[in-house]
């Protein structure tokens, strides 16, 4: 690969773990409703965003003006991305959730980029991603449970295209805020704006957390979402997602769901089959074409000598 290579490692990783999640959020999801479960994961990651970043930076200030972005892209990407995706897999099937929820993010990213940043996306680039696009597609439908475009769905298939979209203009609009603000920072604001936000929808909630089922998976279960999901992956997406560009890195997204299918396997017993192998290695060789792509050389201006003036 470039010399990008370290930031595409990195999204993998981040991919990885946010696939292995839809695992390991199973057994907290028996104990906790979805509503405090989720607020758990993005609260209790707020002081370890906040004391780290006090660490390594000495401050955690940002500019009044920008509070106000900050809290829009706490609203949308953390609140209600969060709970739409609680709603797409309650009003439609978990295939067609993981299928319009995962394949369109990145393709939405890639076209709205250059409202945002001043990306242009390769013939490489879209060659690479269509690739892992059919990859992706092998892997969710590959499974025993296929698409479903029974008009009983229609609301969650919705929901679930809606969550690839918003979630889009979501990463693209902390690209401007990481050019004046490390990562981290914008990271810690808008999961504090997020956090707030959340809180309300868990107001009748806590009276239905399953307290004699607590147990030390269940505890490991939310520690893996607080600092691998949140805490570590939102950091490491958006350092790696500031240096590759928005529209690249969104097409490593393509790694969850065969690490969904893995985690499945391991900890669930459930089968992989052979299509979705094929599609796991169909996502690799369309995002190792991506990443092989060289950086445009631009030639340096030619000064000219006052003598020649």
């Known amino acids: 690969m470039t010399s990008n290579t370290f930031y595409y490692l990195g999204l993998i990783f981040v991919s990885v773990v946010w696939g292995i999640n839809f695992g390991v959020s199973r057994w907290a999801m028996d104990v906790f ?10 609260g209790l990651a707020l002081p370890v965003l906040f004391l780290i970043l006090k660490w390594t930076e000495g401050s955690v200030k940002v500019e009044r003006r920008d509070l106000l972005t900050l809290a829009i892209i706490g609203l949308i990407g953390v609140t209600a991305l969060e709970i739409m995706v609680m709603y797409s897999i309650k009003y439609t099937t978990l295939a067609n959730a993981s299928l319009l929820n995962v394949a369109p993010w990145p393709i939405f990213a890639a076209l709205f ?19 892992a696009l059919v990859g992706v597609t092998l892997i969710i439908l590959g499974g025993k449970d296929g698409f479903d475009l029974s008009s009983q769905y229609m609301i969650g298939n919705y929901i679930a295209l809606a969550i690839s979209l918003i979630g889009a203009l979501f990463n693209l609009a902390c690209m401007p805020l990481m050019k004046k ?8 604001w808008y999961v504090l704006f997020g956090s707030l936000f959340l809180f309300p929808f868990t107001v009748n909630k806590w009276s239905g957390i399953q307290t004699d089922n607590l147990s030390i998976i269940t ?12 805490v570590a992956a939102f950091v490491i997406w958006n350092i790696c997602m500031k240096h590759v ?56 201006i030619m000064k000219i000598s006052n003598s020649n003036r």
């Open 219 to 230: 505890w490991g279960a939310v520690a893996y979402n607080v600092l691998l999901c949140t």
């Open 181 to 188: 603000y490390s990562p981290l920072r914008v990271t810690a």
């Open 113 to 131: 980029a250059p409202l945002f940043t001043r990306e242009r996306i390769s013939i490489r680039v879209a060659i690479g991603g269509f690739i």
């Open 33 to 42: 409703p979805a509503e405090v479960f989720v607020f758990l994961r993005f």
């Open 245 to 300: 560009g928005a529209a690249k890195a969104n097409f490593f997204r393509y790694f969850v769901p065969a690490a969904a299918a893995m985690a499945g396997a391991l900890f669930f017993n459930e089968s992989i089959w052979i299509t979705q192998m094929v599609g796991g290695l169909v996502i690799i060789l369309g995002l190792v074409w991506i990443g092989t792509e060289r950086k445009q050389q631009i030639p340096p």
